[in-house]
C-alpha cells in the first residue's frame, strides 16, 4: 500500500512558479502510475495532469495547462512533480496527487481510476 505525501504549496503572486513534488514510500513507486488533480471548496476534484509508469508519457487537462504545467517523475527518488509557471488565480486549489497500481505502462485521467491519495497542499495565487 503506497502512501502519499505532497508539499510545495504556498501563497505566490500571479504569473509566477511553484513546483509540487508528492513522495510515496510504502510500495513500488514504479508500478504506479501518477496523477495531479486538484479542487476548491464547493467543486468537484478535477484532473490536471497524469503520467505514465516509466514518465515517457504525460496528458494534460487542457491546452492551457499543457502550455504551462509539466508532469514528471523520479522512480529513483519515489516522487512525481508538478512544474506549474505563469500561474493565474483561477489556479488557486488544494492540489492532490494520486497513484494507481498498474502492470501497463498507460497513464490515467478519471478520479476512479485512482485508489490512492495524498492530503492535498493548498496553492493560492494572487492577482
Known amino acids: 500500500q503506497v502512501q502519499l505525501v505532497e508539499s510545495g504549496g504556498g501563497l505566490v503572486q500571479a504569473g509566477g512558479s511553484l513546483r509540487l513534488s508528492c513522495a510515496a514510500s510504502?510500495?513500488?513507486?514504479?508500478?504506479?502510475?501518477m496523477g495531479w488533480f486538484r479542487q476548491v471548496p464547493g467543486k468537484e476534484r478535477e484532473f490536471v495532469a497524469a503520467i505514465n509508469l516509466s514518465g515517457g508519457s504525460t496528458y494534460y487537462a487542457d491546452s492551457s495547462m499543457k502550455a504551462r504545467f509539466t508532469i514528471s517523475r523520479d522512480n529513483a527518488r519515489n516522487t512525481v512533480y508538478l512544474q506549474m509557471n505563469s500561474l493565474k488565480s483561477e489556479d488557486t486549489a488544494v492540489y492532490y496527487c494520486?497513484?494507481?497500481?498498474?502492470?501497463?505502462?498507460?497513464?490515467?485521467?478519471?478520479?476512479?481510476?485512482?485508489?490512492?491519495w495524498g492530503q492535498g497542499t493548498q496553492v493560492t495565487v494572487s492577482s
Open positions: 494520486a497513484g494507481r497500481r498498474s502492470s501497463s505502462n498507460y497513464y490515467y485521467i478519471t478520479l476512479p481510476a485512482y485508489a490512492h
Open positions: 510504502g510500495g513500488t513507486f514504479s508500478s504506479y502510475a
